[in-house]
């Protein structure tokens, strides 16, 4: 959430002010103005009220202290006190007008996105997306490289058929060597990060409340992606990054247990209500699959520093399983919502012949902080709000897509990758 006293708060001179910056930053996100603009006219209305009510309590005051030496006199205090019944009256009013006006600031605050870092480029669609680095060359083959889908019906260890029958579009059963190897997947991502990369393992919640949803942004403005059960205040988690960032929520850490870093594995569930007609086919756009996420409470100085470390611990995955991959910094116009700055990391895919998003490494700085009430405290000062950072580690389904399609031979089989064939009983290769 933003910082409506920053927004409020006069240039200094040097420089523009907050209120400028963040306006400019929302026009690079090619976001509504109207929303910034009622906000302000909304505090300016808030602080004329509670202006009204502190002169309004200070006459009250002055008026109250007449009454003893009025009494004193035996004069008559009736006309005195019914001035200061009706400034009670007054007071209690303009509060309660000022407490209104600041629950619509606080909503209208939580629908808008989060101030971009000075080093995201500016552009107007994902095409403006800055390439970073390229690490590997596209994978080629002397045959035609079959989809994942293609591959997995081929071999019969992946059936849409049948989830659409149990469960609907964009569910799939894994079976045999798929299942072992999407455990695999995950079993080495998180092996990985905890023993090598040094987050502590955590498997969260599948279900939370509104508050963890409200806490990392995606509430109130994306309900929609979401499952909720109804006629409860429980939703199916999206991913570990909203129960694993409200771990923390309305607590106030100490500075020197920072940084605190979680990988995660859980399922995610997403509704995908703004996706129609794209990916219907094979696992790229599924209601249900599984994901890693690495976390990351850091100390504001430090955030930017552990973001590049974050995002290097994700590629390392990629490394590990010589898949090609680049590294692109997201523009203004496709970030998203709640990121002050944003790598995606696009593993390439021959069956598609195309890069596809597999992780999304994100700085929120102190966005979604403000919003959980995440706080740390150095020795003797004031409470100050961490930076949050998070991203997939990787993505599970996805990356068993790119094994099927990077590994493919042209007899049908798969190479397995050699970092995952201890996780696959020794096994090289797979085999209808």
Request: net charge neutral; proline share 4%; aromatic share 8%.
């Amino acid at each position: 959430m933003i910082d409506l006293k920053m927004l409020e708060r006069k240039a200094d001179g040097v420089g523009p002010s907050y209120y400028e910056e963040y306006r400019q930053s929302l026009m690079n996100r090619g976001a509504n103005l109207e929303v910034l603009d009622q906000v302000m006219a909304l505090a300016q209305t808030r602080r004329e009220y509670i202006t009204k009510s502190e002169t309004a309590k200070a006459h009250q005051n002055k008026v109250s202290q007449t009454v003893p030496q009025l009494k004193k006199e035996g004069k008559d205090v009736t006309a005195v006190l019914a001035e200061m019944s009706e400034l009670a009256a007054q007071v209690k009013k303009l509060e309660a007008d000022a407490a209104s006006v600041d629950e619509k600031v606080t909503a209208l605050l939580m629908t808008m996105p989060n101030k971009l870092h000075a080093s995201v480029p500016v552009g107007k669609s994902e095409a403006d997306n800055k390439l970073v680095k390229t690490v590997g060359e596209p994978t080629k083959f002397s045959f035609k490289a079959k989809e994942h889908w293609e591959i997995g019906e081929k071999l019969g260890i992946i059936d849409f058929e049948r989830a659409g029958k149990v469960t609907g579009t964009r569910f799939a059963f894994l079976k045999s060597h798929a299942a072992r190897l999407e455990r695999a997947l995950a079993q080495y991502f998180m092996d990985l990060h905890s023993q090598k990369h040094g987050y502590t393992e955590m498997i969260p919640p599948y279900i939370v409340n509104s508050a963890s949803y409200t806490g990392t942004g995606q509430f109130p403005k994306f309900t929609d992606d979401v499952f909720h059960l109804t006629g409860t205040d429980y939703h199916l988690i999206s991913t570990a990054e909203v129960p694993v960032t409200n771990y923390f929520r309305d607590e106030i850490l100490k500075e020197e247990e920072l940084p605190v870093s979680f990988c995660a594995y859980s399922p995610c569930f997403r509704s995908e209500a703004g996706a129609s007609g794209r990916d219907t086919k094979g696992l790229i756009r599924q209601h249900q699959f599984h994901k890693v996420e690495l976390m990351t409470f850091a100390h504001p100085s430090k955030s930017h520093e552990l973001h590049e470390a974050l995002t290097s611990h994700a590629e390392q995955c990629l490394l590990d399983l010589e898949l090609p991959f680049r590294r692109m910094l997201l523009c203004s116009a496709d970030i998203g919502f709640g990121a002050a700055k944003c790598y995606d990391l696009e593993v390439w895919l021959p069956g598609a012949g195309a890069y596809r998003e597999i992780s999304s490494c994100s700085n929120f700085e102190d966005f979604q902080a403000r919003r959980a009430n995440i706080r740390f405290r150095a020795a003797g000062g004031k409470p100050q709000f961490v930076h949050t950072l998070n991203g997939s580690g990787l993505a599970v389904g996805r990356t068993l897509i790119a094994v099927l399609e990077n590994y493919q031979r042209e007899d049908g089989s798969i190479l397995i990758p050699k970092v995952l064939q201890k996780y696959m009983g020794g096994a090289t290769e797979i085999r209808g």
